[in-house]
Structure formats: structure tokens, C-alpha cells
């Protein structure tokens, strides 16, 4: 935890969470005033009288309209543990991807899990990745959930990731095929030249989708509520976990 954030910790300790609003207009322009090189896109109110949260592009501080001081860190409820400050940053985060989960392509897409569960991710996968691999343990083992794999090979990082893609995508049980794959196993030829033609096409969308969304490595998950999780890390864990405590 850093310094701020325990600062901001300790301030509400008696101030509790309530319902952020808009600034008034006055001091949405004092702080336009103090930082004239900043992007400012919204100034709310907290639950902290006279501490305003300021949001800059993918980025939120706090701030006092008539201090020329700026805190970096997050506002807890200490009644709830939750954290207020990181639920707005992984919608400012998702917005900067344009990510839509109806539109993610389906062509080169493996599901495995609960066809009903609440919870979903979409996770595109590089075989040849390794940072994939984990994250593919880490789905494995995950209950509850419904996950749907894009395979998205990296031809520039992982030159042979391409062909066992295709062989896994067309192989008779595409799902165990996968997991031999994310072991680092072998996974052998398969399916005719009309699969591996169509399957070819199917990686070819999901790339272009890839480019067109900022989506430049994996591994890259997109959860059905509405998160969007780039890389491996806490974030998916908590997921996993159905936990956003600090």
C-alpha cells in the first residue's frame, strides 16, 4: 500500500462512502487552472468534504480545489473494505479497448465449462505463449465459470504457433488437444485442407479484431461484466475468486 493510499485510508476512517456527483463548475475549473497541460474529462465529488476525484484520460487523483497538492491512490469504505477508486479505473480501462462481448469473434473460439454460469471470459490465447500457459492452469482450475479460449498466434513471437493452432482447432477433440498444447505438448497433424483453410480464416478475424481493439499480446481476457484484463496478474485471480477486496 502506498503512503497515499494509507493517507486517503485514515481520512476515512469517519467519512464513509456515499454516492460521487458531479463538481460544480467552479472548481472543475480551478483545477483545469492548476494543471493546463492535463486532459481533464470529469471532476466528481467524494465522500470527503472539500476532496474532489479527478479524472485524466485512463487515470484518477484527488484533489482540493484551493491546495495546489495532488493524491495518487485509492478510496476505501472501511465499513465494506470496497474500493471505491478501482471499479471506475477498470471502466476507464475497458473503454480505452472498445471491447463489446456480442461482437468478439466466435470463428476461432473454444468453450469449455458451465454453458449456463453467470460468470464468462473470453481469453485469447497464444499455444506457444508461456504466460498463456499459466493463465490456462489458472482457468482449468477455476469453478464455476464458462470460459471461451480465441486463439490469437503471435507469428512474429512464436512462429510455429500458427500450425499447431490449426492442428488443434481442427483436431477430433479440440478441447484435449488445447490442453496438450497450453502443457507443452506435442499436438499432431490434423483435419483435412478444407479445416485448416477454414480455420485459417477463422484466425485471420480474430486478429484483424485483435488490431482493431489495441489487443497486442496475450495473454488478454475480457470478462462478461464488463472487465477487461490485459495480461496475467491479480486482476484475473481476483476474478477467478469472485473477490475485489484490498
Same mark, same amino acid.
Given at each position: ?17 456515499? %454516492?460521487?456527483?458531479?463538481?460544480? %463548475? ?8 492548476? =494543471? ?32 495546489? =497538492?495532488?493524491?495518487?491512490? $485509492? ?15 477498470? +471502466? ?27 460468470? %464468462?471470459?473470453?481469453?485469447? =490465447? ?9 493463465? $490456462?492452469?489458472?482457468? %482449468? ?6 470460459? $471461451? ?30 490442453? +496438450? ?17 477454414? +480455420? ?7 486478429? $484483424? ?22 495480461? =496475467?496478474?491479480? +486482476? ?11
Amino acid at each position: 500500500m502506498s503512503i497515499q493510499t494509507g493517507v486517503l485510508l485514515a481520512m476515512l476512517l469517519a467519512a464513509g462512502a456515499s %454516492q460521487a456527483a458531479s463538481a460544480p %463548475q467552479d472548481v472543475a475549473a480551478k483545477f483545469k487552472a492548476l =494543471l493546463p497541460g492535463t486532459d481533464i474529462t470529469a471532476v466528481d465529488t467524494t465522500a470527503l468534504d472539500g476532496l474532489y476525484e479527478v479524472t485524466a484520460g485512463g487515470n484518477i487523483f484527488y484533489m482540493q480545489p484551493d491546495k495546489p =497538492l495532488l493524491v495518487v491512490g $485509492h478510496l476505501f469504505d472501511l465499513k465494506t473494505t470496497e474500493d471505491i477508486t478501482q471499479p471506475k479505473l477498470d +471502466k476507464l480501462q475497458a473503454a480505452t479497448y472498445r471491447v463489446k462481448w456480442e461482437e468478439i469473434p466466435t470463428a476461432a473460439r473454444l468453450s469449455v465449462g458451465d454453458a449456463k454460469a453467470s460468470k %464468462q471470459v473470453v481469453a485469447f =490465447l497464444d499455444v506457444d505463449c508461456p504466460y498463456c500457459h499459466q493463465a $490456462h492452469r489458472l482457468l %482449468q482450475a477455476a469453478k464455476g465459470i464458462r470460459v $471461451h479460449y480465441v486463439m490469437l498466434p503471435l507469428d512474429s513471437l512464436h512462429p510455429e504457433a500458427r500450425e499447431k493452432t490449426l492442428n488443434i482447432l481442427c483436431a477430433d477433440a479440440p478441447i484435449a488437444a488445447l490442453d +496438450k498444447g497450453m502443457a507443452g505438448l506435442p499436438v499432431p497433424r490434423a483435419g483435412s485442407d478444407e479445416c485448416r483453410a477454414d +480455420k485459417s480464416t477463422a484466425l485471420a478475424e480474430a486478429a $484483424h479484431y485483435a488490431t482493431a481493439h489495441q489487443i497486442i499480446g496475450t495473454p488478454f481476457f475480457v470478462m462478461n461484466d464488463g472487465l477487461v484484463v490485459p495480461g =496475467l496478474g491479480d +486482476k484475473l485471480t481476483q476474478w477467478l475468486q469472485g473477490s475485489n477486496k484490498p
